[in-house]
């Protein structure tokens, strides 16, 4: 009641008074009674309680005037009031002065100990204290927090019970009593009154106030009856069996139990078995006789049925099946060459019109098998020597773009001071022209494999924002290049996922390429988040945008925006294709959202499979994937000679090349290297001795025909690992590996 003003007044303001005996009371006899006990102390709480639970009239009045069952509706509250519809007049005599409310079973039962799923539940029958005789209520528990302000319900009287329910004509006169979970007879029709020697209580003479819970006597409990009959429905509480049967004077009876689920309560039904089996004796002699009739009716019709029907049979069967043969045999030759089928002439014309068309139809099939199995062999002989070209162009392109490449990122850093910017500039031309081109052909061979469905899917668990925050770091370089500011946000909950490791990166990789290349000025945020069982991630850029009209194609093969982006930007439009190839293979989706000069946002979503990883291997796993690769040191000024060497360690390693003998020095000291690769030819005697102390971890690359025998010997017995000149480069990635 702390905002009462939000309730209506359906009757308008009520008026209260107070009885002689204190009780406060309503005075109006309008929608519902009210009576505080005198013991309660009336303040501006309780008359806002009297008052603005008014409004519960309009829901009383609607159940109980629809309800011929409901004698009333009433609310309790902890502090002894009760309002109760229909209106009772002169509450404060009908009650007394004081009624303590809470020892009432209407509403202890609903309380937090005898109720704690605080559901609707039922009472046993009880003598009504509001003078309706013996009766049955439905009562709910109304919390306010956990504290119980009062208990609502409804009264059924035990006479409306047994005249609206139990007396009910059912099959087979089956009789009716109900009985709560202790036992006590809630309800009975007057055969079972009879049969237990009890009256039903139906009605009460009130001459004082009820001031408790008054219950039925002990007799009518069926555990604790003394009747014979009696016992048979203790064995049906206790025992729980389907049904039980017992004669009494004479007659069998049949006794089931149902119970009933919302209140907990027994349904006790009892049949005579005669009225069960008299009418089905009736109906077994009809049908007996029905079915006699029918069956020998049925016989003769049969006989002479099947007699004409032969008849017909034989004369009509040899007419079809003869031609039926002669086509049967003809199919089998289909299997065996593939000669033309021949023309079956019958005199009946549905069947001579099937014979000519399946002998066309055969004919036609067998050039058409022939001209299509020439194709395939000409379609697989062309897609063998595409993948063999293709297998064979990326060999013989990657090699020297690997070394452009290689020394170009050399070159650029002109540690000599000898280029000045514009060749600085060119070089760095030559080095993303290369990337680019190492790209494009990445999508091809990516293409040609989901084309032929040779890329397969290699799960395994391993740490995604880890993974992403690895991509994040190497393309964050690239947008301060730009000027563009990047940001990432990763859901921690996603954690370990079981996937695809590197299709997953495959995916960012181009997704966040194109962010770069079409963003100018802006940003570029990536949003990563568990959602379900599912990784979504969204990556947003501010860059030129794609035109609506082209958004659905934007996932097919060498599409691009238009002709101006085509001569503006790089790139063939494959990588979008490869994108969607891939996510459809993880068994996910991706979708585009995108506003010309305002930018794109790609949502790519892919499942975590959370629950396929392998907690006992986990461990072990989570070890494997934080592996890293070994990192080679390759000391040579001279890096057209090593490009080779270079480019096969970079397939495997991490690679760093030094040109600089004070560089070589910082990096000896630092333990975070496997193996440093020095040429002997490069460097002066006396500085590459000082290296003794690493020499478990140098490999020494020597010239026998340009260094004398004495600083040959000297170098072999020295250094662990050395190598003549020339040398076998799978020889040392061998001992890398090692």
């Given at each position: 009641m702390k905002n009462p003003t939000s309730f209506g007044l359906p009757n308008g303001d009520p008026s209260f008074a107070v009885a002689p005996n204190g009780v406060f009371y309503k005075s109006n006899k309008v929608g519902s009674s009210i009576y505080y006990s005198a013991k309660t102390k009336i303040g501006p709480e309780q008359l806002n309680k009297v008052k603005y639970t008014e409004a519960m009239d309009i829901t009383f009045k609607s159940i109980v005037d629809t309800n011929p069952n409901i004698v009333s509706a009433y609310f309790n509250s902890w502090d002894n009031m009760n309002r109760l519809y229909p209106f009772i007049d002169k509450t404060y005599e009908q009650y007394g002065p004081h009624i303590n409310i809470p020892d009432y079973n209407f509403y202890y039962l609903a309380d937090l100990k005898h109720n704690p799923s605080k559901k609707p539940t039922w009472t046993g029958a009880y003598l009504d204290p509001a003078g309706h005789g013996w009766m049955l209520s439905s009562i709910v528990p109304i919390y306010n927090g956990d504290f119980l302000e009062g208990v609502t319900g409804i009264d059924i009287t035990i006479d409306s019970f047994v005249k609206n329910i139990l007396n009910r004509k059912l099959p087979y006169k089956a009789q009716l009593f109900m009985v709560d979970k202790d036992g006590m007879i809630i309800s009975m029709s007057e055969y079972i009154e009879n049969l237990l020697g009890l009256k039903e209580l139906k009605e009460h003479l009130y001459t004082d106030a009820i001031l408790k819970t008054i219950e039925k006597p002990e007799e009518f409990n069926i555990l604790k009856n003394n009747s014979p009959f009696a016992s048979y429905f203790k064995q049906l509480l206790f025992d729980k069996p389907s049904n039980i049967s017992f004669s009494i004077n004479g007659i069998d009876y049949l006794a089931l139990e149902q119970k009933v689920e919302e209140t907990g309560w027994e349904l006790m039904i009892l049949i005579d078995k005669a009225e069960i089996f008299d009418s089905v004796i009736n109906l077994k002699n009809l049908s007996n006789k029905i079915g006699y009739l029918a069956i020998a009716f049925l016989l003769l019709f049969y006989v002479i049925f099947f007699y004409v029907l032969l008849r017909r049979i034989n004369i009509f069967s040899d007419v079809i099946t003869e031609?039926?043969?002669?086509?049967?045999?003809?199919?089998?030759?289909?299997?065996?060459?593939?000669?033309?089928?021949?023309?079956?002439?019958?005199?009946?014309?549905?069947?001579?019109?099937?014979?000519?068309?399946?002998?066309?139809?055969?004919?036609?099939?067998?050039?058409?098998?022939?001209?299509?199995?020439?194709?395939?062999?000409?379609?697989?002989?062309?897609?063998?020597?595409?993948?063999?070209?293709?297998?064979?162009?990326?060999?013989?392109?990657?090699?020297?773009?690997?070394?452009?490449?290689?020394?170009?990122?050399?070159?650029?850093?002109?540690?000599?001071?000898?280029?000045?910017?514009?060749?600085?500039?060119?070089?760095?031309?030559?080095?993303?022209?290369?990337?680019?081109?190492?790209?494009?052909?990445?999508?091809?061979?990516?293409?040609?494999?989901?084309?032929?469905?040779?890329?397969?899917?290699?799960?395994?668990?391993?740490?995604?924002?880890?993974?992403?925050?690895?991509?994040?770091?190497?393309?964050?370089?690239?947008?301060?290049?730009?000027?563009?500011k990047i940001s990432l946000e990763c859901d921690e909950e996603i954690s370990l996922i079981y996937s695809d490791k590197e299709k997953i990166k495959m995916v960012l990789k181009n997704l966040l390429s194109n962010a770069l290349k079409f963003t100018d000025e802006g940003e570029i945020i990536i949003i990563a988040k568990a959602k379900d069982s599912f990784v979504e991630i969204e990556i947003k850029d501010s860059g030129i945008g794609i035109p609506k009209d082209k958004l659905k194609n934007v996932f097919e093969r060498f599409q691009q925006i238009d002709s101006t982006t085509t001569r503006k930007f790089s790139g063939i439009g494959l990588g979008l294709a490869i994108v969607k190839q891939i996510i459809i293979l993880l068994d996910g989706d991706i979708e585009v959202e995108s506003e010309v000069n305002v930018g794109s946002s790609f949502k790519v979503k892919f499942k975590m499979n959370k629950k396929l990883i392998n907690k006992n291997d986990l461990r072990k796993k989570e070890s494997l994937f934080s592996e890293k690769k070994k990192n080679i040191v390759l000391f040579n000024n001279d890096p057209i000679k090593f490009i080779s060497l270079a480019i096969e360690i970079q397939k495997s390693f991490e690679l760093?090349?030094?040109?600089?003998?004070?560089?070589?020095?910082?990096?000896?000291?630092?333990?975070?290297?496997?193996?440093?690769?020095?040429?002997?030819?490069?460097?002066?005697?006396?500085?590459?001795?000082?290296?003794?102390?690493?020499?478990?971890?140098?490999?020494?690359?020597?010239?026998?025909?340009?260094?004398?025998?004495?600083?040959?010997?000297?170098?072999?017995?020295?250094?662990?690992?050395?190598?003549?000149?020339p040398f076998n480069i799978q020889d040392i990635v061998l001992l890398l590996n090692s």
């Open positions: 031609p039926i043969v002669k086509l049967s045999e003809e199919t089998k030759k289909i299997k065996e060459s593939d000669s033309n089928i021949s023309i079956i002439n019958t005199d009946i014309l549905e069947l001579n019109q099937l014979n000519t068309n399946f002998s066309n139809m055969m004919n036609e099939i067998n050039k058409k098998t022939k001209k299509l199995n020439i194709a395939k062999l000409q379609a697989e002989e062309a897609s063998k020597a595409k993948d063999e070209f293709l297998a064979n162009m990326s060999h013989e392109l990657k090699t020297p773009l690997n070394a452009i490449n290689l020394i170009s990122s050399i070159m650029v850093k002109n540690k000599n001071g000898n280029l000045d910017k514009k060749d600085i500039k060119n070089l760095n031309i030559i080095n993303n022209s290369g990337k680019d081109l190492l790209f494009l052909i990445k999508d091809v061979l990516d293409i040609s494999q989901l084309e032929a469905g040779e890329l397969k899917v290699n799960l395994s668990d391993f740490d995604f924002c880890k993974t992403l925050k690895k991509m994040f770091n190497s393309f964050e370089v690239q947008a301060k290049e730009k000027n563009l760093i090349s030094s040109s600089n003998y004070n560089e070589l020095l910082e990096v000896s000291k630092n333990s975070n290297f496997d193996y440093l690769i020095v040429d002997s030819s490069k460097i002066k005697e006396k500085d590459l001795f000082k290296l003794e102390n690493i020499k478990d971890k140098i490999i020494v690359i020597y010239d026998e025909e340009s260094n004398d025998v004495n600083y040959v010997n000297k170098i072999n017995k020295t250094f662990t690992n050395t190598f003549k000149k």
